[in-house]
């Protein structure tokens, strides 16, 4: 949509001269339906100018210019701000456009100089001017999207010359309207929900109801997955869903949250390769002091057909959710912690990969332990909560935003 040409100074400033200086004049111009479909794949439509129209006129963004009018107004005045208030009063969204498509062909009208916006003070009540300027104010691409109904078949343009004279364009200027798009989705994402996406349906299961027990006044602020929809599970799969997302555009927060084990780190290494958007944040389950130090089985041996138990540091090699449970839900029958098993090595990143035994048992525990605590909050001080609270403080805190992380219950 960018159109660079040059032309004289004297005609582009519209000044006497003649002088040979040619200005570099940039452009951005496109059809008009062209520009209303994009404003309506953002979410500005007809029926958003409608909305906004009704409350300008009729709701509380309504402002009756003859109330409360100050002494010493000229009759003159008094009573062309009473005349608008009666013709403004009169108006419906749907009024105010069949009103400004005919006045745009009245050519007793009075219109606006190019250079100008329209103004109501300036110009005839009921005319293209006057009804056009109703919605100037407004955010502009809002305003834009209620000018383009009246003038759906005209050429939009908008020129950026000065901006890229003074340099107040950053970079290139093609790349304007991208960075543009960029800020405007930033803008609005920033204020949507943070989308959260977990290797499995458990990890989401669980987290989702840790932060409602834990900081129940932000489950409107943090979303997880719906892995209903979404069957495929695991480290690989969470990277391919990142990298969808990003190529998506989609522009609510999103962290991506990995478990804290060999697997995940070598499903990540492509990530790293890959130029993610800033409002996409991948990270990992944080290490744990308890888990420095936890007993793990070895491959069996000739002098221990059963394998070897040894204390080690499974940071980073078997961190699945299920270590971040608490250790009153990691613990067997004779309170002892329930060994990680390692299974594979990962030639990649010559890692072991760990896997805690009895996962479906501790889950079922915690299960009962979230049972337990909803049914008295007051569980929730005499239960662990060490591990989870820590994956929710990195989810809080991967956007700036979220720095301060608020008091948990």
Sequence with gaps: ????????????????????????????????????????????????????????????????????????????????????????????????????????????????????????FRSEIGSIDWLLGQVVEWFPPHALRAVLLVYPDSEVRLDVTDLVEEDWIYGDPDTLASQSLSALQANSGSHAPVIVLTEGRTDAEFLAASLELLFPHLTDLIKFLDYDARPEGGAGALARLVKSFAA??????????????????????????????????????????????????????????????????????????????????????????????????????????GEVSDKHGIQKSFRAKLAKCRANPEEVKHSDWTGMRHILTVLLQAFPQHSDLPQEM
């Design 1 to 120: 949509m960018l159109v660079k040409h040059q032309v004289p100074w004297n005609e582009y400033y519209n000044e006497e001269g003649s002088g040979a200086e040619l200005v570099d004049v940039y452009e951005f111009r496109a059809d008009g339906r062209v520009i209303a479909q994009r404003l309506d794949a953002l979410g500005i439509t007809a029926d958003t100018v409608a909305e906004l129209l009704e409350y300008f006129l009729h709701g509380e963004g309504r402002h009756r210019h003859s109330s409360n009018l100050p002494s010493g107004l000229s009759d003159e005045y008094r009573a062309r701000l009473e005349a608008e208030d009666a013709a403004l009063d009169q108006l419906t969204p749907q009024l105010w456009l069949d009103r400004a498509i005919a006045a745009k062909e009245d050519q007793g009208m009075d219109h606006s100089d190019h250079d100008r916006p329209p103004s109501t």
């Design 248 to 353: 998506a555009g989609i522009a609510n927060r999103v962290v991506a949250i990995f478990d804290n084990d060999s697997a995940a780190v070598d499903a990540m290494q492509p990530l790293t390769k890959f130029k993610l958007p800033a409002n996409i944040v991948v990270t990992q389950y944080p290490n744990l002091d308890e888990l420095r130090r936890y007993p793990t089985l070895g491959p069996p041996t000739a002098e221990h057909p059963n394998g070897t138990q040894e204390l080690a540091d499974i940071n980073g090699l078997a961190g699945s959710i299920e270590l971040y449970l608490g250790r009153d839900v990691l613990t067997d029958a004779t309170g002892n912690l329930l060994p990680v098993q390692w299974r594979s090595f990962i030639q990649s990143i010559s890692r072991y990969q």
